[in-house]
């Protein structure tokens, strides 16, 4: 019983997400989420639906009448930490709460479907990203004494209509999806067949929801997408469904600029992030669109993979290093004081030195402010693993990784230091992990300052002199609130 004790008490200061309680609601939820921002958002969906259906989110994990755990397949290590949690959830509800049930939500439900039900004994309830709706009916199977699977990826779903339930929120920032799916193919990635094919959302139905947030104070919104560039509303349904190209023309749409600068200029005193673009598909008009507004943050998240070309064609990545390189130079011009980061895949399949050193030239060439940076995991399903031999030796694979990281680090501390002896608006959004007496808060470029709290409070707009820094965090001093207050 201690060890059990032991996993609950592990369980309860993990990632269970929470939010407030309805006094009519009698069932417990404990959820989890890893992977994305869309992930998170996804929970979300799952616990407002799951709200209208008598549950409460809960921490105590010993007490959950159904325990979600909302999952990610980007990578192979991400699949192994969901499996050591459902292992976790088993020691728990054999020793403590044997009415406990247990569902597998997102892309790893989406690519193993009833497999899930056969590898992992504990497990009855699997349900896709685009089948949430269907909730309420599947706990009516599990409850009969069924096993309950729905991962049946739609063309039109995308959630518009249900009002996300902020878990673990701060109050400050949410994060609103747009678009759901993927067009792109890239051959590393699952997410067109976890996801399914790109949709929009109607832009009626987002503008509705920033006022939701805004009505309740919420001061940043991030709009959400697998790829936020492709955003394209002009009725619903897919963009392959128009057989021509002059179809969609003549269509009324609304492109991912068009939406941007209509968030911008309804909402002034909101700042507006997004994520995650593509560099095959970012226009130039989304930069114009950043620079013309002071609310829309000077940040952009712009993968990469890859700095070779070999590598690049080989990912299906539909950009060169030389379209890539014109594209940061463009947004540079248009926007000096932008902060980019990227996501780097090292020892993809054939990767040689010289593919390496190219990836290294690149990173140094942009000197990113930031980055997410990963060794090659083959992924089932997808077109590398079915066609491509994981041919990097691991060794190698983490070697080339470290000189990443270490050059990353380098033009991080770079970066940071642009900032020095700066004035600059900071976001309040929570307190400093490090120091409860200091308030952690975001600029613009999503760089993170931490400050004394002095009679500042959260969601404050500070400006904040910087007088030191690390690779990834400036340090100063409040010195009054900002106009945008």
């Given at each position: 019983?201690?060890?059990?004790?032991?996993?609950?008490?592990?369980?309860?200061?993990?990632?269970?997400?929470?939010?407030?309680?309805?006094?009519?609601n009698?069932?417990?939820?404990?959820?989890?989420?890893?992977?994305?921002?869309m992930?998170?958002?996804?929970?979300?969906?799952?616990?407002?639906?799951?709200?209208?259906?008598?549950?409460?989110?809960?921490?105590?994990?010993?007490?959950?009448?159904?325990?979600?755990?909302?999952?990610?397949?980007?990578?192979?290590?991400?699949?192994?930490?969901?499996?050591?949690?459902?292992?976790?959830?088993?020691?728990?509800?054999?020793?403590?709460?044997?009415?406990?049930?247990?569902?597998?939500?997102?892309?790893m439900?989406?690519?193993?479907?009833e497999?899930?039900?056969?590898?992992?004994?504990?497990?009855?309830?699997?349900?896709?990203?685009?089948?949430?709706?269907?909730l309420?009916?599947?706990?009516?199977?599990?409850?009969?004494?069924?096993?309950?699977?729905?991962?049946?990826?739609?063309?039109?779903?995308?959630?518009?209509?249900?009002?996300?339930?902020?878990?673990?929120?701060?109050?400050?920032?949410?994060?609103?999806?747009?678009?759901?799916?993927?067009?792109?193919?890239?051959?590393?990635?699952?997410?067109?067949?976890?996801?399914?094919?790109e949709?929009?959302?109607?832009?009626?139905?987002?503008?509705?929801?920033?006022?939701?947030?805004?009505?309740?104070n919420?001061?940043?919104?991030?709009?959400?997408?697998?790829?936020?560039?492709?955003?394209?509303?002009?009725?619903?349904?897919?963009?392959?469904?128009?057989?021509?190209?002059?179809?969609?023309?003549?269509?009324?749409?609304?492109?991912?600029?068009?939406?941007?600068?209509?968030?911008?200029?309804?909402?002034?005193?909101?700042?507006?992030?997004?994520?995650?673009?593509?560099?095959?598909?970012?226009?130039?008009?989304?930069?114009?669109?950043?620079?013309?507004?002071?609310?829309?943050?000077?940040?952009?998240?712009?993968?990469?993979?890859?700095?070779?070309?070999?590598?690049?064609?080989?990912?299906?990545?539909?950009?060169?290093?030389?379209?890539?390189?014109?594209?940061?130079?463009?947004?540079?011009?248009?926007?000096?004081?932008?902060?980019?980061?990227?996501?780097?895949?090292?020892?993809?399949?054939?990767?040689?030195?010289?593919?390496?050193?190219?990836?290294?030239?690149l990173?140094?060439?942009?000197?990113?402010?930031?980055?997410?940076?990963?060794?090659y995991?083959?992924?089932?399903?997808?077109?590398?693993?079915?066609?491509?031999?994981?041919?990097?030796?691991?060794?190698?694979?983490?070697?080339?990784?470290?000189e990443?990281?270490?050059?990353?680090?380098?033009?991080?501390?770079?970066?940071?230091?642009?900032?020095?002896?700066?004035t600059?608006?900071?976001?309040?959004?929570?307190?400093?992990?490090?120091?409860?007496?200091?308030?952690?808060?975001?600029?613009?470029?999503?760089?993170?300052?931490?400050?004394?709290?002095?009679?500042y409070?959260?969601?404050?707009?500070?400006?904040?002199?910087?007088?030191d820094?690390?690779?990834?965090?400036?340090?100063?001093?409040?010195?009054?609130?900002?106009?945008?207050?």
């Amino acid at each position: 019983m201690e060890q059990v004790e032991k996993v609950i008490d592990e369980k309860i200061q993990g990632k269970a997400l929470v939010t407030e309680s309805k006094q009519e609601n009698s069932k417990k939820l404990f959820i989890e989420s890893y992977g994305c921002q869309m992930n998170m958002n996804d929970s979300e969906i799952v616990a407002s639906i799951l709200s209208e259906q008598g549950f409460n989110t809960t921490q105590n994990l010993e007490n959950a009448d159904l325990v979600l755990v909302n999952t990610c397949s980007i990578r192979e290590k991400a699949e192994t930490t969901v499996r050591k949690r459902l292992q976790k959830y088993n020691r728990v509800k054999k020793h403590v709460n044997p009415k406990m049930k247990v569902g597998v939500l997102g892309c790893m439900a989406e690519r193993l479907k009833e497999k899930f039900l056969e590898e992992e004994k504990i497990v009855d309830l699997v349900v896709g990203p685009d089948a949430y709706r269907d909730l309420p009916n599947l706990l009516e199977e599990i409850d009969a004494g069924r096993d309950a699977v729905n991962v049946i990826l739609s063309k039109d779903e995308t959630y518009g209509d249900v009002s996300p339930v902020r878990l673990n929120s701060n109050g400050v920032s949410a994060f609103v999806s747009i678009t759901r799916g993927c067009d792109n193919m890239c051959t590393f990635c699952v997410v067109p067949f976890t996801r399914g094919r790109e949709r929009s959302r109607d832009p009626k139905s987002i503008i509705e929801e920033i006022q939701s947030m805004v009505d309740k104070n919420f001061k940043e919104i991030t709009l959400l997408g697998q790829n936020v560039d492709s955003y394209l509303w002009y009725g619903g349904g897919l963009k392959k469904d128009f057989k021509k190209a002059s179809e969609l023309a003549q269509a009324t749409a609304v492109g991912f600029a068009e939406l941007l600068d209509l968030c911008a200029k309804e909402f002034p005193k909101t700042r507006f992030r997004f994520s995650t673009s593509n560099p095959q598909d970012m226009s130039l008009d989304v930069i114009h669109v950043m620079a013309k507004h002071k609310n829309i943050c000077k940040y952009l998240h712009l993968p990469v993979q890859s700095g070779s070309n070999a590598m690049l064609k080989a990912m299906n990545r539909q950009h060169t290093r030389e379209e890539y390189k014109e594209l940061v130079d463009n947004i540079f011009r248009i926007i000096p004081e932008i902060a980019l980061s990227q996501d780097m895949i090292v020892g993809f399949c054939g990767e040689t030195e010289e593919d390496h050193q190219d990836t290294l030239e690149l990173l140094e060439y942009v000197k990113y402010d930031y980055g997410f940076m990963f060794a090659y995991s083959e992924r089932p399903g997808t077109l590398a693993a079915k066609k491509m031999e994981d041919d990097v030796p691991k060794e190698t694979k983490q070697r080339r990784l470290a000189e990443v990281i270490a050059l990353q680090r380098k033009h991080g501390l770079y970066r940071t230091q642009q900032h020095l002896g700066k004035t600059e608006e900071f976001l309040i959004e929570g307190t400093s992990k490090k120091d409860p007496n200091q308030w952690k808060a975001r600029n613009t470029q999503n760089m993170v300052a931490v400050f004394a709290k002095g009679d500042y409070k959260l969601g404050d707009f500070v400006n904040v002199k910087i007088e030191d820094c690390t690779s990834a965090t400036l340090k100063g001093t409040a010195i009054g609130y900002s106009d945008n207050n």
